[in-house]
């Protein structure tokens, strides 16, 4: 299966906007999960919305055609590419699966113009899909390696509940819009040194709407939305990382015109704590060993971010020798798998001696037939005191 978007919607990459428009409102019907029995129809479908994205806006286009499919799919997924919903994100979709619902409403209301809002046709205003939201999210390690559902809570922009989002009570008066005549779009001329240019812009006046209402709603003052405080509760998926994100599909800033509400994406940011290193799916620590246990090898107790494991020090183990658990490390997100566990010994050297100790370690040293100058002449002292 070709990923070129032009491909994807099965048009030339001549095709003028209507033209791709049409083949996406054909494909969309034909593959739209809810109505597609194939078990790809949900990535097939947003490889088509995508293609569609792009394809529809003009800039993306230019970037789409210069760039290629490889390059621009990889700038925009580190967010290079020009605003817009999806810019963002990166590779992670749909952890909170709470968008499942009013898909198919939301190609209804793209293919018919967003109706039931009782807005009066001759604005042409088309449907649009509300902003993209960010926030953030910081959790501890343990959620990070087990999952977890975490609340979030953001203000965010909402549909006034007043007026529906209509912006205005339902007895307000209506007037067409004397400066558009009800089209929601204005032609301009303006004098260029290339000569007349004519450009089509939205209505100021009544801001593409058409109509102009004797009444703005109290709550909204006329914009149809609102901000408000809302608590989400979001998956988060074993093994994620610090600035991976979680996009919550349709927890966006409502559409316009009957678009379908924007995705909120939200940013994670894993607090490891004291104990651990983490390094990609890979955690570090630092194990404290007693001289015998390194020269005579030992078996230690491990603390892992689940439980303590035994791990063989073997004889004549240095200092700063590391170590690998394999599979003790954290999962691997949204696959099989664990990273491993790098475990750093440090020969730990006593601060003070028994005097047992003391002897043992003289006698060691002069065993080996090591001369040391023990706190200024020590071992003199003792010889003479014979
Ligand atoms: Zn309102
Ligand atoms: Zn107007």
Redesign the pocket.
């Known amino acids: 299966m070709s990923e070129d978007f032009y491909d994807v919607l099965g048009v030339s990459r001549d095709a003028s906007e209507e033209e791709i428009k049409k083949a996406y409102r054909k494909q969309a019907a034909e593959h739209h999960p809810d109505v597609s029995d194939d078990d790809d129809a949900e990535e097939r479908f947003k490889k088509i919305q995508k293609a569609k994205e792009v394809l529809t806006d003009e800039q993306k286009r230019k970037q789409y055609d210069q760039m290629g499919h490889d390059r621009f799919t990889e700038a925009d997924k580190r967010g290079a590419t020009g605003g817009g919903p999806g810019g963002a994100g990166g590779p992670f979709g749909g952890a909170g699966g709470a968008g499942g619902a009013g898909g198919f409403e939301d190609i209804f209301n793209q293919f018919f113009g967003g109706g039931g809002r009782g807005r009066g046709g001759g604005g042409g205003n088309r449907p649009r899909q509300g902003r993209d939201l960010k926030t953030g999210l910081t959790i501890d390690l343990e959620a990070a390696f087990e999952g977890a559902t975490k609340e979030v809570t953001l203000t965010r922009p909402t549909e006034c509940a007043t007026c529906d989002g209509a912006g205005h009570p339902p007895d307000a008066d209506v007037e067409t819009?004397p400066?558009?005549n009800?089209?929601?779009q204005?032609q301009q001329v303006q004098q260029t040194p290339l000569g007349r240019v004519q450009q089509t812009s939205t209505?100021p006046?009544?801001e593409?709407?058409?109509e102009?209402y004797s009444e703005d709603c109290s709550d909204c003052g006329g914009d149809g939305v609102v901000r408000e405080e809302a608590t989400l509760s979001v998956e988060i998926p074993a093994g994620i990382r610090s600035g991976q994100s979680l996009r919550m599909e349709r927890e966006g800033a409502p559409g316009e015109n009957g678009g379908p509400k924007g995705d909120l994406l939200i940013e994670v940011d894993v607090d490891v704590g004291d104990r651990f290193e983490r390094d990609g799916d890979d955690l570090r620590v630092n194990e404290a060993v007693s001289f015998p246990q390194a020269v005579f090898g030992d078996t230690v107790e491990v603390e892992t971010v689940d439980g303590s494991v035994e791990m063989d020090v073997p004889a004549g183990t240095q200092s700063g020798e590391t170590f690998r658990l394999q599979g003790k490390g954290m999962p691997r997100l949204r696959r099989r798998g664990r990273g491993d566990l790098y475990v750093q010994v440090a020969v730990v050297v006593p601060e003070s001696l028994n005097d047992e100790q003391r002897e043992a370690l003289e006698a060691f040293a002069e065993a080996g037939g090591e001369d040391i100058d023990v706190g200024g002449g020590f071992f003199e002292k003792l010889k003479s005191s014979f």
């Open positions: 819009c400066q558009c009800g089209r929601g204005v209505c006046r009544c593409g709407e058409g102009l």
